[in-house]
């Protein structure tokens, strides 16, 4: 039984809509990064910063994978929250006045609604068919640069900053790849004149945005 501080941090947590998404999949199966920020269409820094809040609340617990060097999350347990609401009409509250005026409401709030699912699952639709174009494009990629990428680690370090420009720490949550490692992959990338330091963030040479 959680007390009442855990109560509070918990339903804080759950407030957040993409945490609740996040914690939908990983219900399903363990996945990393890259993986929830594409099902989910939420940019990798924020899907890290989400992960990391439910990670130190012990919601999430993660696990390297040595062969992919990918850190997987998964939930450390399910949970469900129940919420007792008052019975209003037990309590005195008459609703027969109001049931008009609350049909219109309805009706109105459920056409909205309507409206704002028809264009959601258009968007999805194209969001589909960009997702599809994406993966064309990477796979397009890796074959151009197998002459003069040298491993797996290196083409997905090239792949995350094609879409952000990251820090050290976020290039390490979202490629799995340990600080010694990632800081000799970007020196070597560095040298080689593909990627360049700005301030806090490491992006692709060239790769500026208009």
């Known amino acids: 039984m959680l007390e009442g501080d855990e109560v509070s941090r918990l339903l804080d947590i759950l407030g957040n809509r993409n945490r609740r998404r996040i914690i939908q999949l990983l219900r399903q199966k363990p996945c990393f ?12 820094k924020a899907v890290i910063e989400h992960l990391q809040i439910m990670e130190r609340e012990s919601i999430l617990i993660s696990h390297g994978d040595e062969v992919n060097r990918r850190k997987y999350y998964h939930l450390s347990r399910d949970f469900r929250i129940t919420v007792n609401i008052e019975d209003l009409v037990a309590a005195g509250h008459n609703f027969e006045n109001e049931t008009e005026d609350f049909k219109l409401t309805l009706f109105n709030k459920t056409g909205i609604i309507r409206k704002m699912v028809k264009s959601r699952d258009e968007i999805l639709v194209d969001l589909d068919y960009l997702e599809r174009d994406i993966e064309k494009k990477i796979r397009d990629l890796k074959v151009f640069c197998k002459e003069i990428i040298n491993s797996e680690a290196e083409f997905n370090l090239i792949t995350a900053l094609a879409g952000y420009d990251m820090s050290v720490e976020d290039l390490e949550e979202f490629c799995g790849i340990s600080g010694d490692d990632l800081m000799v992959l970007l020196r070597k990338l560095t040298e080689n004149g593909i990627v360049e330091r700005s301030g806090d963030l490491y992006k692709l040479c060239g790769n500026y945005e208009t």
């Open 33 to 44: 990064v890259t993986e929830i920020s594409d099902r989910l269409m939420i940019s990798p």
